[in-house]
């Protein structure tokens, strides 16, 4: 076997079909777990877990509940758990609802998604770019929030993002199988980043993937990036490499294929200041989340279509004979399904999903900050003290800038402390030397001085002690 087949071999087993799950646990219609979920129908098998629809018998809720066999030592479901944790109370953002184990399986339940952006594509085909744009900020915001809480997501798709059955307009990232954790926060409470490994396994979809992940370089927030701008020019023309299969013959297209070459018509051409600025980043580096939505708000307002209006799909896609089924499990379980209230959506005004969208991008204290700089300090295992910018080659600058003139004040005050003890310690060793001679000299006129004038201007000293005594009192 040649060294080039040996590359090749290892690429494709360390790919996707890595960690593929063996042992799948399959779940009836009709099942009840923990006296609560009822399972009304599989949503899917995918390569870390079966995903099933569940109805809770007791208050009608709705969900999604992952399950994952014992024997696979919850090596998915506890990312999936520390991922969810980190979303508690986060809006817009899918919600741990439940977790448990059975005798020959773990789950978690979580918010259940609509139809995901595969389907959708499938059914309706064209998007507008009306309903691009915002995909591509909703998605955007999606990953932000993923980042916010410290981890990557590492296999973004289409698949991995789904309409929100609650807000229409709200687009969810899920399937955190492959998800990583790349910040952490230390016992001051401050963001650090993880070093970086100097070669890692393969994490995610060779279609989207970054050259990085090729490469087999650690991923960080930008490797998210680069396969969510690929997935969302891919919605409007095809990639020059989506046909291909071959690890080696994709990486060597997508090296050739230039951002001009690849953002050359329509709405596609809004990536192309964006691509320039992952070029830029490298794996501590932070993204410049709201130049990149400022840029998507500005192209949305050409097409003269609110952020709030109505989707290309909107009632175009339909789950027939679902509610009959759930109807039938609630039977089966002896619950009355028509009984329970009816789940209602809600949507904000125009005018508040705007502001809202804002203030997610805007920089907040609160963000895991970036940049060469922060990385010598957490080297030194400070925490991060650089505020988020808005544009991150001047933050990297603004800090190697205040950094450089800190050490040179602190050099300069360094030395002329130096020479300040220097001479301090001179001139006490003179005093001192002073003082021992003076004492000499004095003591060899006391000797020849009569016994009367030496007991006169001893007591004439103490009187004066004494008189001084009182000053400083």
Known sequence: MSKLQVVLVNFIVMSDEEELLEDFVELEEGTLIRDTWGVVRSLGKGAY????????????????????????????????????QGFKGIKDTIQLISMGTTDTYSYIVMTMCGADLTRICTLVGTLSDGTLIRLGIRTLLALKQLHEIGFIHRDVKPCNFAVSTSQPRIIHVFDFGMTRKYAYRNEKNEWLIKRRRNRVSFRGTLRYCSLAVHKRLEQGRVDDLWSWSYMIVELRDPLPWAHLTHPETVLGVKEETSIEKLCKTGTSLIFLPIMKHFQ???????????????????????????????????????????????????????????????TESFERSESDELLYLQQQFDPHPEDVPGGEKYEEKRKKGQGSSLTPHNNA?????????????????????????????????????????????????????????????????????EKKENLGGMEKT
């Open 393 to 461: 080659s001047q933050a990297r600058s603004s800090a190697s800038l205040i950094t450089s003139k800190s050490d040179a004040a602190l050099k300069s005050s360094e030395q002329s402390q130096d020479k300040l003890n220097s001479s301090k310690r001179r001139a006490k060793k003179g005093m001192a030397s002073n003082t021992s001679k003076d004492r000499d000299k004095n003591e060899e006129k006391d000797k020849e001085r009569p016994r009367e004038k030496l007991k006169e201007r001893n007591k004439s000293e």
């Open 280 to 342: 830029t980043l490298s794996y501590f580096d932070r993204p410049d989340y709201q130049m990149i939505f400022n840029l998507l708000l500005n192209e949305l307002k050409k097409t003269n279509v609110n952020i709030t209006d109505p989707y290309d799909w909107d009632g175009k896609i339909t789950e027939p004979g679902v509610e009959e089924k759930i109807a039938q499990v609630c039977d089966r379980l002896g619950v009355k399904f028509k009984n329970f209230p009816k």
């Open 49 to 84: 877990g079966h995903v099933y629809h569940v109805i809770n018998i007791k208050n009608g809720t709705q969900a999604a509940l992952k399950a994952e066999s014992k024997a696979q030592s919850e090596r998915v479901l506890k990312m999936e758990k520390n991922v969810l």
